[in-house]
């Protein structure tokens, strides 16, 4: 059997992940995967952090991004991988995603305020980069309004639920331009979770380069449908396990990229290195 596993969905303290680059590697080390790609929410800090130790933990890296857009109302995660990651175009659209953040974030603690639920940004965990819903769930926590973060977005933060502010957004079809302006592949992550049918059929049209077909601890009967439908149209086969560190109960390397797979988005990474202009 082939024991490569590159799991290419994570998250650090860049965005909403417990673990911090270092601890990431340290654990992809631990539980004996070989690379990785972290795909922080609108953010590329942790890529560049990793990036100096990770030849320490012998684990590759990958750059990646996941973006969130919104189709129908509802939530399309798209990521990014193999790109240039100083590419201009790409770091200004995650700055545009960091103000619509901050953006949404005041009105969710707004709401929150009007249902004498305060919280304060001092109560969210520390954080270098992009905050969401899942530090308010933390805050909300710690002021002992809900048991767990899981109960926070039940009652409060999904969609629909008393404090859910939709805020701004970005359609799909810009982000995936812009991670392919930025040299990179696109693909659609965890597909599993879009509910609506036309928002499918949607994304299906759009100049995507790949399906996370493999995702979380889903079985195989989930993840059938989008193998099939990913072969049929020759797409890129991913996977990863969304691993948030204690936010969230999946281990990394709970679903996995494979070898031949990895190669491929290897050799699009030299290739959008070696097609860069050379600064000397
Ligand atoms: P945001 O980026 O602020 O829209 O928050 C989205 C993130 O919240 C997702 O990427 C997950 O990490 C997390 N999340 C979404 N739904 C839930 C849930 N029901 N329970 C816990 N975490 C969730
Ligand atoms: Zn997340
Ligand atoms: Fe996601
Ligand atoms: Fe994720």
Not at 47 to 59: D, F, G, K, N, V
């Amino acid at each position: 059997m082939d024991e490569f596993r590159a799991d290419l969905h994570c998250h650090t303290t860049f965005s909403d992940g417990s673990y911090t680059p270092t601890e990431l590697l340290k654990e992809a080390k631990r539980v004996g995967i070989q690379a990785i790609a972290i795909t922080d929410h609108d953010t590329t800090g942790a890529y560049r952090q990793a990036l100096t130790i990770a030849p320490s933990y012998s684990i590759e890296l990958l750059p990646g991004i996941e973006l969130s857009s919104i189709e129908r109302r509802e939530p399309v995660h798209i990521l990014g991988y193999a790109f240039n990651e100083n590419d201009e175009g790409l770091q200004r659209f995650c700055l545009a995603h960091q103000r619509r953040r901050k953006e949404r974030n005041r009105a969710i603690i707004e709401r929150l305020k009007n249902l004498k639920l305060p919280i304060e940004e001092e109560d969210f965990p520390i954080n270098s980069g992009s905050v969401g819903r899942p530090h308010i769930a933390y805050a909300m926590v710690k002021r002992g309004y809900v048991d767990s973060i899981q109960r926070a977005f039940k009652l409060y933060l999904k969609e629909g639920g008393l404090a859910y502010v939709e805020g701004d957004h970005f359609s799909a079809e810009e982000t995936i331009e812009v991670i392919h302006r930025a040299g990179g592949v696109a693909v659609i992550a965890h597909p599993h979770l879009i509910t609506d049918q036309a928002v499918v059929d949607y994304m299906l049209t759009l100049p995507i380069d790949g399906l996370e077909a493999y995702y979380c601890y889903y079985p195989k009967s989930k993840c059938e449908r989008w193998l099939r439908i990913a072969k049929k149209k020759d797409l890129l086969i991913t996977g990863g396990s969304d691993f948030h560190g204690s936010v969230k109960k999946i281990a990394l390397g709970a679903s996995w990229t494979e070898r031949a797979t990895f190669e491929l988005l290897r050799q699009h990474y030299q290739k959008t290195i070696d097609a860069l202009p050379k600064s000397d």
